[in-house]
């Protein structure tokens, strides 16, 4: 007698949310990716019970097409690498094809899109067990809403894992304010069970990036730090680094972006820790918004997918210039302007 049998495409596909889908955070982090992916300039977050209830992503991006649309749900369908070659290549955010599969399975799913060449708008629903989904002529403007709603409804042992409401609307804007300071040209709007949290506008120039700083981070952060802006040897550095005297318990106001895409990196958290040394009190955290620029070749942005990781080939080189570019924009604040630097 076989003992062994093939997993049926929704439990493989539940199986493998378990990776991808751990909470309504993860759900927007993916979806925003997506619109991000498909050069959206406009994305509108709706939340509904701290996500549980309902997620809803629209975004004015490229659209999906009538005949990829049901494609789009299926795992391992990625319209963003064809060949081992782009994999060595990607720059779009995702390119697994897994995420659409993933929370479809786990979720009652409705995508809505319409294509920039198309007079008409089409839409999937899908609920959990039922993958077989019926394409609808549909009205939408230009680009593509999903609407995630009920989330872990069919897995109840997932859904005894979520936090309350309040938790896991924390997650989402944490996953919205990383994305929003990585992407300045996007405008992003936010609302919680019908009241508006947030509106960011596209930020094109300094002032508007600093106002956009202001509102995701707080503007206690952007009044007390200083703008900094440094190139050498084919590296930048720009960002907003916070005074030693606005530190924190935790290390939770600390965003590090490398070519657009935010890190958490032992080799840039040492040389922040370094470049702070002196000015900060044992066991307070530093505060900072800081992106990085190099030529692509010389960083591997791909080690996980989510677990922010890089691999830098010339490690000593950017340790050095992080912690000499950060050690000046310290040196250079005087003690009054601690005190009297506002915006
Ligand atoms: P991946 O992002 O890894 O390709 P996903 O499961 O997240 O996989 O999405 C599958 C495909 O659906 C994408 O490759 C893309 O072609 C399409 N897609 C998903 N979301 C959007 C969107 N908001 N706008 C346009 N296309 C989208
Ligand atoms: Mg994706």
Redesign the pocket.
């Given at each position: 007698m076989s003992h062994i049998h093939l997993l049926s495409p929704l439990l493989a596909n539940q199986i493998a949310a378990g990776e991808v889908v751990e909470r309504p955070a993860s759900v927007v982090k993916?979806?925003l990716?997506?619109?991000l992916?498909?050069a959206?300039k406009r994305i509108d977050i709706d939340v509904e019970q701290g996500g549980i209830k309902l997620l809803r992503i629209r975004?004015d991006?490229?659209?999906?097409s009538e005949k990829?649309l049901s494609l789009?749900l299926a795992r391992h369908?990625?319209?963003?690498i064809h060949n081992l070659e782009d994999l060595e290549h990607v720059c779009?955010?995702?390119?697994?094809?897994?995420?659409?599969?993933s929370i479809s399975s786990v979720s009652r799913l409705t995508l809505t899109?319409r294509t920039l060449n198309c007079e008409q708008a089409w839409q999937v629903s899908t609920e959990g067990q039922q993958m077989n989904c019926q394409i609808q002529p549909s009205a939408h403007p230009n680009?593509?809403t999903?609407e995630v709603r009920d989330l872990f409804f069919n897995t109840p042992a997932r859904r005894k894992f979520l936090k309350t409401e309040k938790t896991e609307f924390d997650h989402i804007q944490e996953v919205i304010r990383r994305l929003s300071l990585a992407h300045f040209e996007v405008a992003f709007h936010l609302t919680h069970n019908g009241k508006t949290i947030f509106t960011l506008h596209p930020a094109l120039d300094e002032i508007a990036r600093a106002r956009r700083v202001g509102i995701v981070c707080g503007s206690e952060f952007i009044n007390q730090s200083t703008p900094i802006s440094i190139e050498k040897e084919g590296l930048s550095l720009y960002g907003w680094v916070g005074f030693p005297t606005f530190s924190r318990s935790q290390a939770d106001l600390q965003y590090f972006y490398v070519n657009g895409r935010m890190v958490r990196d032992k080799l840039v958290a040492h040389a922040i820790r370094q470049a702070y040394r002196d000015v900060l009190y044992n066991g307070r955290h530093p505060t900072f918004v800081l992106f990085l620029q190099l030529n692509p070749a010389l960083v591997d942005v791909n080690v996980h997918p989510t677990k922010h990781e890089v691999r830098f080939r010339e490690a000593r080189l950017i340790h050095d210039f992080l912690y000499s570019s950060l050690h000046r924009a310290l040196a250079e604040v005087r003690p009054q302007d601690h005190l009297t630097h506002t915006i």
């Open positions: 993916e979806l990716e997506n619109s992916d498909a959206a975004d991006g490229c659209g999906i990829d789009a369908a990625t319209s963003k779009s955010l995702g390119f697994r094809g897994e995420a659409l599969a899109s680009g593509t999903l």
